[in-house]
Structure formats: C-alpha cells, structure tokens
C-alpha cells in the first residue's frame, strides 16, 4: 500500500459505522490538513502534526473504520451549472462543536460560519446536481444535535467578491 493519506480506503470501510467515534485534537489536526491536501504523504502529516507515520497511519485507519473519513475526493473549481445553497442550522444545546466537526467533513460543504441570531450555524453547499443536493440535505439532517435546518438554493449570484 503506497505511503500517502489518498490510498485506498481500508476494507473495513462501513463494518463499524455504529460506532460513535471520539476525536482529539490531533484527529481534528489530521482531518484539517486533510481538507487542505488529501493527497499529502503520510510522512508529511506526520511532521506537520509533530507525530510519528505510524500513528497517522493508525488515526487514519481509525477515523475510515468509523467512518469519520469516508473517501477522498477531488474539488473542482466552481462550474458554471454547479448547484449552490445555503443551509441554515439550529442547533439543540451545547452540541455545536461537535456537529462543527462532522460538517467540516462534508465535502459539499464548501464554507461553514457560525452565526447569531434564529440559526446557530450557516454552511454553504456546493453540488453538481439535485439528486445530490437531496442526499447531501438527507445526510447533514441526519447529525445528532441538529434540531433544523433551512436551505435556499442560489437561483442567480449578483455580485462575487474574490
């Protein structure tokens, strides 16, 4: 198996998905290094988070087993006929970290912010199509601590900084 965090998904993948998995700071490390560059070599994780590559490699089996991680993905710059959407969340309690976590491994999730005021969490969407949007609306619904969501699609952008 080639040495880098983009290979092939451990068999496992699904086998232990009813377990509720505990992340540390260093699986959150792992998973934001992760979003930024799924394709970086297990040895470069490894000096980025101050570990060892074995304990990468065992983070990253575990986080796949549980299903923390469950693939890895290309993100293409936005197309023109790509579906966006905002998603308004409210939140039940104290659960907003938590469920900050999960979204930020939602790869349609392409901006998260949290806000005041009716919603405790705006996340914007981004998918190729509406069948999609509806497993990726079925999916985030489904987080423990989430008590409702909102979502509007982007029928025309007006103005786009950046």
């Not at 993948?13 to 394709?39: E, F, H, T």
């Not at 101050?50 to 490699?57: D, I, L, P, Q, W």
């Not at 392409?110 to 919603?119: I, S």
Request: charged residues 25%.
């Amino acid at each position: 198996m080639p040495d880098c965090a983009h290979s092939q998904l451990s068999s496992k993948i699904g086998a232990n998905l009813s377990v509720k998995p505990i992340m540390d700071a260093l699986d959150q490390s792992l998973l934001g290094l992760l979003r930024q560059d799924a394709r970086a070599p297990v040895a470069t994780l490894a000096k980025r988070l101050g570990v060892s590559r074995g304990t990468v490699n065992n983070r990253l089996a575990r986080l796949e087993d549980t299903g923390v991680i469950v693939g890895y993905t290309v993100r293409t710059a936005p197309r023109g006929e790509d579906i966006t959407a905002w998603m308004s969340i409210a939140v039940d309690g104290h659960e907003t970290r938590r469920i900050v976590t999960q979204l930020m491994g939602e790869p349609a999730v392409v901006a998260l912010h949290d806000t005041n005021g009716r919603w405790d969490l705006m996340a914007e969407l981004r998918v190729p199509d509406l069948g999609q949007m509806s497993s990726v609306l079925d999916r985030i619904r489904q987080i423990k601590g989430i008590a409702a969501t909102e979502t509007s699609i982007h029928l025309k952008s007006y103005k786009l900084v950046g």
